[in-house]
C-alpha cells in the first residue's frame, strides 16, 4: 500500500512553481490572435452609437451574417465572423503598401453585427439598413462585412439616405452583375441588389460602375436593361486585353463623373476561384487576388468613400482560409489608404 501525501496547507505554491513572478500583462488589442474575443483586427467593439460619435470614430466594422437569399451554395452567414478571425498579427499594424500605420492615424473600431435571424429576408435588410445607417449618421465610414450579395441592398440605401442631398455612386466588382429582376420570384435575392437600388432610385444607373464581370450569367435581357439604364461595366476579357490598373483608372473616372462619394461593393467572387475557393456562386477565370486589392487601393485613394461591403465569403467551402484572408485584406486595404488620407490632412469622417 502506497503511502499518502497530504497537500501542506501552508504551503505556497505560486512561489513554489515561481508563478508569482511579475509578468507584464497585455491589453485584447495587443493579444495573440486567438486570445480574447474575436473583433476585426482585435479592435475594440463598440456597439452603441452615441460611443461612436463621442469618439469621433473614423471607420466601423459592421458585420451582416445573413445568407438566407443565395442562390446555390450557402454559408455566407458565417463570412463575418470567419473575415475577423482571419489574421495573424495584433495589435499597431504597418502597411508595406503605402508605409502607414493605420490605427495610429485613425480611430477603428467593430461595432458589431446588425440584429439578423434565419429564415426572414425582410426582417433581416431591415435590421441590416438600421444598423448601417445608425453608424453612418455617426459621421463614421462603415465596412460591411457579409453576408450574401443581398445585404448591399440596405446597406447602401442606408447610407445614400444619410449622405442626402449629395448622391452616392457604385463601384461594383463581381463576377455577375446581379442585375435581375428576381431570383425564381423572389426580388430581394443575392441576384438582384443592384437592379432594386437603381429602380428604387437609392442609386443612379448611371453612376454605377461594375468591374470584373465574365461567365454566362446575366441572360441578354438583363445585360439591355443595364444598357437601357446606363450602367457602366468592364468584362474581364477587358482586364486581360488592357491590364487591370487601365480599367481601374476607367472605372474611378466614371464612377466620379457625377457622385459626391462612391461606396465600394466588392463580392469576394471577383477572385478567381483557384485563388478564393469559399464563395456562393464561383466563376473560373477572374482576378488575381493582388490586383483586388491593388485596385482598392486605387480607388480608395482617389474617391470620397462613403461605406463598403464585403460579401459571398463562404467558409465551409474555404477550406484553407484564403478566402476570409482575401476580404480580411480587402478591408485592411480600404482602411490603410483611409489612413494615408488622414495623414495628409484630409477629410476621412463625413461632416455634414
Known sequence: MSERHDPDPAANFAALNGWDREYETYTDFDLPTYVGPTTFMKLPWITDAAELRRRRTDVAIIGAPFDDAVSHRPGARFGPRAIREAQYTSGSIHSLQLGVEPFEELDVVDAGDANVIPAWIDRAHALIYRKVREV?????????????????WPSATAIAEVRRPGSIGI??????????????????????????????????????????????????????????????????????????????????AEALDGPDSIYLSLDIDVIDPGLAPGTGTPEPGGM??????????????AVDLCAMDIVEVSPPYDHAETTAMAAN????????A?????????????ER
Open 136 to 152: 453612418a449618421e455617426t459621421g463614421a465610414i462603415p465596412i460591411v462585412l457579409g453576408g450574401d450579395h443581398s445585404i448591399t
Open 288 to 301: 488575381l487576388t493582388r490586383e483586388v486589392l491593388r485596385a482598392i487601393r486605387q480607388i480608395v485613394a
Open 171 to 252: 463601384v461594383h466588382f463581381d463576377a455577375h452583375a446581379d442585375t435581375a429582376n428576381e431570383d425564381w420570384g423572389v426580388l430581394a435575392g443575392h441576384g438582384t441588389p443592384m437592379r432594386r437600388l437603381i429602380e428604387s432610385g437609392a442609386v443612379a444607373g448611371r453612376n454605377f460602375v461594375q468591374v470584373g464581370l465574365r461567365g454566362y450569367w446575366p441572360p441578354v435581357e438583363v445585360f439591355e436593361w443595364m444598357k437601357d439604364h446606363g450602367l457602366r461595366y468592364h468584362f474581364m476579357t477587358e482586364m486581360e486585353e488592357r491590364g487591370a490598373d487601365a480599367v481601374i483608372a476607367d472605372a474611378i
Open 338 to 350: 483611409l489612413a494615408v488620407k488622414k495623414r495628409a490632412g484630409r477629410t476621412v469622417r463625413f
Open 329 to 336: 485584406r480587402a478591408a485592411l486595404e480600404a482602411i490603410s
